[in-house]
């Protein structure tokens, strides 16, 4: 069996010694005799030492004879997953975009179990090379099918020969590879004869200059031998892979955009200077809300208020409590709102419970009774109804809904909130009507006192002020809106 | 320019705002309901401060982004729900054993298989009993709230990169959900990249830095793992955070985390106005388990109730944590449902009635 001769110590790539390898030998790889891990470990090996790149590659190694690539190349590296290179090469070369990311992989590696973190990375155009040893067969794990096993070769699980009726046919990664937009380099070799060996050295040096100049995405498959697995000589081997292997891998450049693509700029470096983080993240200080001293001065609000918005999906109930959870923060208060999520909001029932305090809000679920129901569909009323007890306010859209028996000492409340605001010509403000009849029932009932009546009125402004702060008719309907609520129940 | 730091935030986007103002680099995610919605903010938010966001193919790949990033010194998180943090398993597995530190926040819903999007619990053996394979421990972090979503994330960040390991944020669906006042916390002011990142060069000889899971000599192996169990002892002794509740005269103690907790505490309160010592231990992290307050309430404990959104999984914790030394109960409702405070006391009424007898 002949050896390829690796000239260890030559390229400055790897290790003088390799130290990192378990046992006493410190001087040769673990690859079997004629591997062709061997053979590329080489040529990456020169390639990356003739480019000066050394210090800026990190190399990705798979899971499979592979694996301990860490051995032998003096560079950062890290071992991965099975399959998953791709996907741990695209979080190095986004948080790190002035390193170059090579994944290193085999063909079980890439093209089985890692084929989606493989095509998905290519299909982003990361900015990283993929040399991907294409041996037929699962190396590592004692020469298994891999999904590059030719039809008819037998292997540890093909022992009747792979049968393209059970298996499939041979995985073309290449072709594949071949029908995305973004891939900037696609190029198949074989590391058999010297002269295919000469080709593949260009090739691998073609995938790191465009790596270097931050091209795009290059692949350079190879078709390598695995003697032990296919039980040949190195002869035979090399025959079996020029003769059989490329009948369905014919070697060649599938794609070549190199000369044509551009060197993408590095990405701006990312902001953590504090003063800048804060003016991009917390929101500017208005000219609104109250000291933090300020406490409203009313009964009600010196227990835990639990307030229920009901209605179906679309009608804009969501919006409605996170306005009064807007304006209750506004006041100091402590607030919490929870919709009730997922698919139910889609067409069919909508709620939100909001949770008023001044301590630390307890359960934000409402179970039992509620202090207010704002319900404004009959189903959303008559699921609710239980929850309302004497000396809750329920609000309802009159000109749509009946009451159910509801018991004594509910404060009841019926507005035509959706007529009135059509009137006014926006359907979306029929959530400030229901806030303005809402503010009349409260101050009606003397359940707001002294001047906290005028607060309410002056807190509502100050919500829809800050949630729509650029637009100026919006708060302008909004409030107007909130006024023909107030005055319908006043009338 | 004056900032308003008091703000209303969704469970989920705090979680965000969390990591951004502890300095986390990038963010790999996947959409999923209900955790949709801190891929939704990271989207948003992280570009605008030049930071990475990347929808992932997967979950797979979303973890093996975090792996990437990680191994470069950089701060990165993920986010999912149950099955996606399944799918993430391999990966965490994989930077336990690398010991990189990773932010992972999992916003439980229902149920084994797709079961449904309602809040859940039912992830806690998942995430405390290590979760995927070889044995290994990740602290859990169970916050309570929009406030503990925002604080919890950006302690997380610390604690990983304190003993270089995966930190779970484990929040059930609600606090994903639920909308709260949160106070931001400040930014954390930048921060040089890992020394042991792969762009740097080893102590020992000045080689580069790598990383593998692979230690082929039985005893090299060994000896990391002991390695690893003495962390995980340190971490245990350090980092258990529990918050107390009337438990200084408790005889029944209630024993919940997350949305769960806070109906527990109101029940609490039920109970306490019906003449019953009851208190309220709520963990703030789940692993390491807060064996130390538990422990500590046994002076007057007469029995113990495990509040929980699945069928029964930290009542385990629980029972260890007191040496089986009292009866410990579960009220249990799960894919969706939540327990109601009328359930808790109930149940807790019997208990003490039994107990008592
Ligand atoms: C998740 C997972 N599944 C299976 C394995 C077992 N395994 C180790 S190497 C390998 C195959 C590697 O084959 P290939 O990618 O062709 O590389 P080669 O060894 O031929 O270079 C497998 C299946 C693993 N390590 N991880
Ligand atoms: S098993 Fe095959 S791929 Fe692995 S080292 Fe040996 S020859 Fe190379």
Known sequence: ?491 | MEYNNRVLLVGNEAAVYGALLAGCDSYFGYPITPASEVAQEAALLFPRLKRVFIQAESEIGAINMVIGASAMGKRAMTASSGLGISLKQEGVSYLAMYELPAVIADITRSGPGLGNIGPEQSDYFQLTKGGGHGGYHCPVFAPDSAQEMCDMTYAAFDIAEKYRTPVYIMADGVIGQIMETVTLPEPRPPRKDSPWSIAGKREDDGTPNYFTTLYLEHSELEQIRLRLEAKYKEIEKNEQRSVAYKLDDAELVLCAFGVSARVALRAVDVLRSQGVKAGLLRPQTVWPFPKDALRGTLKTAKAFLSVEMNCGQMIDDVKLAIDCSRPVHLVSRCSGNIPSVAEIVARAQEVMKEVTK
């Open chain 1, 1 to 491: 069996m002949s050896k390829e001769i690796v000239k260890f110590g030559k390229s400055p790539v790897f290790f003088d010694s390799f130290t990192r390898r378990p046992g006493p030998v410190k001087t040769n790889m673990h690859y079997c005799p004629g591997c062709g891990h061997g053979i590329l470990h080489k040529l990456l090996a020169e390639a990356i030492a003739d480019r000066g790149i050394q210090e800026k590659v990190m190399l990705v190694a798979p899971v499979g004879c592979a694996v301990m690539a860490y051995y032998y190349f003096n560079c950062g590296c890290i071992s991965v997953p099975h399959g998953r290179a791709p996907a741990v090469g695209t979080g190095i070369a986004r948080v790190a975009p002035d390193k170059m990311v090579i994944s290193y992989q085999g063909d079980g590696d890439l093209a089985a179990i890692g084929f989606n973190e493989f095509i998905q990375a290519a299909n982003r155009g990361e900015k990283m090379s993929v040399f991907f040893v294409n041996n037929s067969n699962y190396g590592m794990t004692g020469g298994q099918m891999a999904p590059t096993t030719l039809p008819g070769q037998k292997t540890t699980t093909t022992p009747y020969g792979r049968n393209v009726e059970v298996d499939g046919y041979p995985m073309k990664v290449c072709e594949l590879l071949n029908s995305l937009d973004v891939p900037v380099y696609i190029e198949r070799c074989a590391l058999t004869s010297t002269a295919n060996i000469q080709k593949a050295r260009k090739s691998i040096g073609k995938a790191l200059d465009n790596l270097r100049d931050r091209k795009g995405f290059s692949f350079v498959e190879l078709l390598c031998a695995c003697p032990i697995n296919l039980r040949k000589s190195a002869a035979d081997m090399n025959k079996f892979i020029d003769e059989e292997m490329t009948k369905y891998y014919p070697l060649g450049c599938f794609r070549d955009r190199s000369a044509e693509s551009e060197s993408k700029p590095l990405p701006p470096p990312p902001i953590h200077d504090p003063e800048t983080v804060r003016s991009l993240l917390y929101p500017k200080k208005l000219d609104i809300g109250v000291a933090h001293t300020f406490r409203n001065e009313s009964k009600l609000f010196d227990r835990e208020l639990r307030l229920k918005m009901a209605g179906f999906g679309g009608q804009g109930i969501l919006s409605l409590g996170i306005m009064l959870a807007n304006m209750a923060k506004l006041r100091n208060f402590n607030v919490s709102w929870l919709p009730s999520y997922g698919p139910e909001q889609r067409g069919g029932s909508a709620n939100c419970s909001v949770i008023v305090s001044r301590n630390k809000i307890g359960s934000p679920i409402i179970d039992s009774s509620c202090d207010l129901l704002i319900a404004i569909s009959q189903t959303a009323l008559d699921k609710f109804k239980d929850e309302v007890v004497p000396g809750s306010v329920l609000i309802y859209d009159s000109s749509t809904m009946t009451l159910p028996p509801l018991p004594e000492g509910v404060i009841i409340c019926g507005v035509n909130a959706s007529e009135i605001a059509l009137k006014l010509g926006n359907a979306k403000c029929a959530n400030s009507v229901l806030l303005g009849a809402l503010a009349a029932v409260l101050k009606k009932n003397n359940i707001l006192e002294g001047g906290d009546k005028a607060d309410f009125d002056k807190v509502f402004n100050e919500a829809v002020f800050e949630s729509f702060s650029s637009k100026p008719e919006v708060i302008e309907l909004n409030r107007l809106a909130f006024v023909e609520g107030e005055k319908a129940v006043n009338a």
